[in-house]
Nanobody, 123 residues
């Protein structure tokens, strides 16, 4: 599976961004997709996950109520809508995929990773 993340950029606090992740290389709809983020010098943090069919989602506490994850299996894509952005949301955002359908916040359970897209929120 190859993953390509896009949509990062510079935005003011309170603004919105929509990240996208395009998957290729195998049947896309077979596993959970997730978004993680990482600030240099810190551990990678789970942001959001979505189940195989898209009916179940799970969010990290720091983004709950502000971010929404969705997926379009017909287009082999997963999205992360980020609203009410804060300076502390500044990070490199990575999309990830796994072959099984349950959502996990543990990054080592995701064998497939995109290259990351930088989100910078100015205060």
């Amino acid at each position: 599976v190859q993953l390509q993340a896009s949509g990062g950029g510079l935005v003011q606090a309170g603004g919105s961004l929509r990240l996208s992740c395009a998957a290729s290389g195998r049947t896309f709809s077979t596993g959970t997709m997730g978004w993680f983020r990482q600030v240099p010098g810190k551990e990678r943090e789970f942001v959001a996950g979505i189940s195989r069919g898209g009916s179940t989602t799970y969010y990290g506490n720091s983004v709950k109520g502000r971010f929404t994850i969705s997926r379009d299996n017909a287009k082999n894509a997963v999205h992360l809508q980020m609203n009410s952005l804060k300076a502390e949301d500044t990070a490199i955002y990575y999309c990830a995929a796994k072959d099984t359908g349950y959502i996990t916040t543990t990054e080592v359970r995701y064998p497939y990773w995109g290259q990351g897209t930088l989100v910078t929120v100015s205060s």
